[in-house]
């Protein structure tokens, strides 16, 4: 008698489990393996660059402090000393008006004396009847006429010494000639521009940065300042919290070390890196950032290893980590290495970054 083959119920049972446990073997076995790290909030003091130019701290146009014949003019290049002469007036007519100012204010003087004798004399005869009360008034009117021309014959002779002092035109600061704009012999009008100068020992950087970062830069921070593959430290000295309308940048100026002159000039372009105050913020490994043409992103690992495509904003950057802004939360897990290859829901092997 031949027998049916019969199935048991346990074969049946068993088989789903055997495919389903052989799916998910074969499934690891494909598995991309990533590096993960851990979004963090930490506290970022990023450094800014801009772009920047050398100034001259003293920079000025000379211009004449009276209208006069020039005698002689520094030449370009000249190196002046604070109150040096940088410019001489021919001021011979003012040196004769000065002497006959001297002598108007002598004879006023003068005069003065005679008509204060004169009045003493009508104050001791003011109980007789020898001089009358009308004459005694009108000499004591005369004295103090004389008294008052005598005062302004000697505001002339101060007016007229002020000119002559700026017979001399002098260097307000120490420093080049760099520009001569009138020669010896020629006749200029007050405030006529004759030279200019600057002042190449004081020398300070003017950069323009964005007006997102006004709030977080500080004066007294150290700075680098970049010249080509020359590297100086300066210190900002002054923020202007202005902006340009156009460029929508406000100004920062920068104090150079003292031995900056014998390696810059004024007119220079730099390039300067500043510093910015610290911020907390989400932070996590530049090498987590994946750029794609539709919009920057990090992978984040979910529990059961699977990828997730957050898209993010990068806000700051410093050293090997930069600040984002998205969907995340401190503690998530980003892939690090290997993350330009994943795709949205695809399964992983996570390695923790050591």
């Known amino acids: 008698m031949n027998r049916k083959p019969t199935i048991t119920l346990r074969g049946l049972a068993i088989a789903p489990l055997l495919l389903c446990w052989t799916g998910e073997t074969m499934a690891q076995d494909h598995a991309v ?9 930490t506290s970022m003091a990023p450094r800014v660059p801009a772009a920047g130019t050398v100034f001259s701290r003293n920079q000025t146009q000379i211009t004449a402090g ?9 030449e370009p290049g000249d190196l002046l000393q604070a109150g040096q002469a940088v410019a001489r007036f021919d001021c011979e007519m003012l040196e004769l008006q000065r002497e006959r100012e001297v002598a108007e204010a002598d004879r006023a003087s003068i005069n003065h004396q005679a008509l204060s004798r004169e009045t003493e004399r009508y104050e001791a005869l ?3 009847t020898v001089i009358s009360e009308i004459e005694r008034d009108r000499t004591t009117a005369n004295r103090d006429l004389a008294a008052s021309e ?9 007016e007229t010494e002020s000119q002559l002092r700026r017979c001399v035109v002098r260097a307000p600061f120490s420093g080049v000639v760099t520009e001569r704009q009138q020669r010896a012999g020629e006749d200029v009008e ?3 521009v004759i030279a200019a100068m600057t002042d190449t020992a004081n020398l300070e950087v003017r950069a323009s940065v964005p007006i997102r970062y006004l709030p977080r830069m500080r004066p007294g921070e150290l700075a680098e300042v970049s010249l080509n593959t020359l590297q100086l430290e300066g210190r900002i000295r002054k923020i202007v919290p202005a902006a340009n309308s156009q460029s929508q940048t406000f100004e920062v100026r920068l104090d150079l070390p003292a031995g900056a002159p014998a390696v810059v000039a004024a007119g220079q372009l730099v390039s300067v890196t500043l510093p910015l105050s610290a911020n907390a913020a989400l932070t996590v490994p530049r090498d987590a950032v994946v750029l794609r043409e539709d919009g920057t992103f990090v992978m984040r690992i979910g529990n059961d290893a699977t990828v997730e495509k957050i898209a ?3 806000t700051e950057a410093s050293g090997d980590s930069v600040a984002v802004r998205g969907n995340l939360r401190s503690g998530d897990r980003i892939a690090v290495r290997g993350a330009e290859a994943l795709v949205e829901g695809e399964l992983v092997a996570v390695q923790t970054d050591g």
């Open 150 to 158: 005598m005062r302004i014959a000697r505001i002339a002779i101060r």
């Open 126 to 128: 003011k109980d007789s």
């Open 312 to 314: 993010v904003e990068v």
């Open 33 to 41: 393996s990533v590096t993960v790290t851990e979004v963090e909030t």
């Open 190 to 192: 007050r405030s006529t």
């Open 66 to 74: 009276i209208a006069g014949r020039l005698e002689w003019v520094a």
